[in-house]
Structures are given as C-alpha cells and as structure tokens.
C-alpha cells in the first residue's frame, strides 16, 4: 500500500548543515532564555512593587504571553511591528518573539515559587536592616530560582521547540529552516523532517539532563 | 533608651494595644509576659518598625521609629529581634546566614564578616556547625544561629519574641542559657516568654500584659511573689 522508497542517505548526507542550523537554534533558545529570565525577574518585582502601574503592565505582559498563539507572538516581531517601521531580521524577531512568550511563562513560574516561600523571610531579612530590594535579591530570589528551576526548563525545551516557528518568518539558518530548504529542494519531506525531529529530540533530552545534573550540584540545602 | 508612649495598635477593628507606657533603660533586661494576644508580641515588632502604630510615640535614642522620614533600615541596625520562628535562610550555610546582612548592610568585606560571624557562632556554641545548612540542625540550633545573626549586627538593644515557644522541651535550655549569657554581659534585652523561671531569674524588670494593657511592672520578686493586679494573680496562678 505504501509506494515509497526511503532515501534516507541523501538526508544523512546533509547532515552536517543540519547539525549547523541546530546549534541556531540552540544558541536562540539560550538567548531567548536568558533575556526571558532577565525580563520574568523584573516583572515579579513589578507585580511585587504594589505600583499598580508597573503591576498592571507586568500582569498584561504574562497575560498575553501565555494566552495567545506563540506563531502570532513572533509574527507580531516580524511583520507586525514591521508596519510601525521597526524592520527585525528574522533572527531577532525569532529571539524577540520567543523571549516574550518565555518571560510571560517563567513570571508566571516566580508568582507560583514566591507563595511557597514564607513572608516571614523577608521579615528577618528587613529586620536586620536591608531594604526591600536587598531582602529579595538576596533571601527571596535565590529561593525563587531554586523552586522554580525544574519547571523552568521546561520551558527551555518549549522554548528550542518554538524556534522552528521561525520559518514562517522567513528565518533559514536554524534547524526548521534548513531542513525546509533541504525538502524544499528534495521534496524527501518524511526523511529530511525525521532526521531533524531525532536532532530536537536529543537537544531537547540533552538540556533536560543538564538542568536535572545542575539542580543536583547547585541546590545542596 | 527604649521610650514607648501612650502607644494604640489595632488590626482591622481587634485593638491589640491600648496606651501602652514603658522606658527600657540601657543595659536592663526587661521580660514581658501574659496571655496569647495580650499583645506582647505586637509591642516588639513596633519597637522596630516592622509593624506601624496608630498613635503614640516610640523613641529609640531620641529617634521617633515611627516619624516620617525616619530611616528604619538604619535603625534596625541597633535593634536585633529574634522572633518565635527563627526564619534561618535555607539557601545559605549557618556562615552564610550570619555574614549576609554585615556584607549587604553594614558593607563589612568578605574577611571582616566572616571574623563577625565565626566570632557570634563561636559564642552561641555554633563553632562546629559553620558549613552546615539550616535544615541539618535541630530547632535550638536554628535558633541560636538567628541569635548570633541578630548579634553579628552589633545592635545595641535585642528583643526576643518567645524564642523558645517552638522549641522542642529538650531544646529550651540550649537557647534560655543563651540568652543569660547575654544578659549577663549587660546587653539591653526585651524578652517576651513564657519561661517564668528564665524571667524571674535573668529580669531586672518583668511587665505583665493583659488584653493589650500593661497591668502590672515590676522587679521580678515583687511581680511572682507579691503580684498586685488580680489578673497578674490570675495568670500565675494558672501558669504555675
């Protein structure tokens, strides 16, 4: 019934571009982390200041972020704030995009960590003279993090799994995109996607074994 | 000096102090007892500022706590309090806990606080304990460490929130002989307990509170052997 002839050589052979375009997306997914951590920090101390501006604006941002369409997050990047005049290259429309929808997420993981730490922490904290902010920098935060950590790697492979939305950005150097111009020009479409799903699959198993040895080494207490 | 006057505090509509008048003299012990919710506990955390007061005046070596554009986080400095939960900070060693708030605050180097906090753990009997985390150590344990980080600040008054109420009976003694200790070196201390025998023997003044009033002030022969407030007569009549 199936008249299909693999030609699963033809697809090893690119091997080597793909495995290019992996360490893109890699090197998206690490930076959209980064930046979406950076963000997700400043958000919860929005949402922490009491300013119901700041509040307001950091609630909108994880609201959005994590109730519409990841695709319609990073076209918003791309052509969406394209018709204002700001042009991104698919590359930083990609990172853009992906380091919202992970700020949202991972504010949202801090709100979630911050409830199982007891307000009673900070109270000794500020009762030995530090400010608010040093009282979270230093007591709350690194208790956040460690809470939060597992959840958040999660999204880190949600996260090298969105970079393969940036084909429809015309983005062509990450694993998505060169794996759609190799099938673009093969049409070895079951091959070609294959090989590149197996080359997800082990970044993504990859850094969640990373993270789970580098919980294990970090958080000792 | 530790001038509290005419001092109301009420959450919500429960009225938890009702004109409370008290001097703490440099280098006295003070010990406050009484019943749950007399509001004992209230007074402490409004000495330092963690809790706002409706009316009155507390007055820390002419600094009014509760002014505007009083500078709490300096005046915390001088005033340690050790409260019934110790709140060890569980992401850091027993060193850690004690060296943070000199680095952060006071802005001592590495070198310094350490030498702060080995010499605070040293006198609560922590010396063994410095690279342990909180969650390896016993409750007393955890306590004396909240002590020796409140100490590692070098406060000039410490108040005591029942420090030993959350302590397994075996671990009392650890904590109270503490607290002797730094009674005995003539640190000027508000101790709010339940340890009637601690208070009698360490005070050189003992205040009974009784629904958010204070009955009755006195030194601790004359307030155990000879209360003169019926409530007082009440209270340790049921508590011994």
Known sequence: MFNYTFHWNQALRSLPQMLDGALVTLQIAILSMAIGLAIAIALTLFRLSGNRILSGFATTWVEVARNTPALFQIYMAHFGLGNFGIHLSPYTALLVGIAFNNAGYLAENFRGALKAIPDTQTRAGRSLGMTSLQAFRWIIMPQMLRIAFLPATNQMVWAILMTSLGVTVGMNTDLAGVTQELNARSFRTFEFFALAAVIYYVIAKAVTLAARAFAWRMFRY | ?240
């Open chain 2, 1 to 240: 000096m530790i001038e509290i006057e005419n001092v109301h505090k009420s959450f919500g509509e429960l009225k938890v102090l009702k004109g409370i008048d008290l001097t703490v003299s440099k280098g006295e012990v003070l010990t406050v007892i009484g019943g749950s919710g007399s509001g004992k506990s209230t007074l402490l955390t409004c000495i330092n500022g963690l809790e706002p007061i409706d009316s009155g005046r507390i007055v820390v070596d002419g600094t009014d706590v509760h002014a505007r554009g009083t500078d709490l986080n300096k005046l915390r400095r001088k005033i340690g309090i050790v409260f019934q939960q110790w709140n060890a900070f569980p992401h850091l060693t027993v060193l850690e806990n004690v060296m943070l708030a000199p680095r952060k605050v006071l802005g001592l180097s590495k070198a310094e606080a350490e030498e702060t906090a080995v010499k605070q753990l040293t006198h609560v009997g922590l010396a063994e304990k410095l690279s342990v985390y909180p969650s390896r150590m016993s409750g007393g344990q955890q306590q004396r460490m909240a002590i020796a980080r409140a100490l590692a600040m070098s406060p000039e008054y410490m108040l005591f929130d029942e420090v030993t109420s959350a302590l397994d009976p075996m671990l009392v003694g650890e904590v109270l002989d503490t607290l002797r200790m730094l009674a005995s070196e003539g640190m000027t201390m508000i101790c709010v307990t339940h340890e009637m025998k601690f208070a009698r023997e360490v005070s050189d003044r003992v205040a009974f509170f009784h629904q958010g009033i204070m009955a009755e002030i006195a030194a601790p022969e004359q307030l155990f052997d000879a209360p003169q407030h019926p409530e007082t007569k009440k209270f340790l009549a049921a508590t011994h």
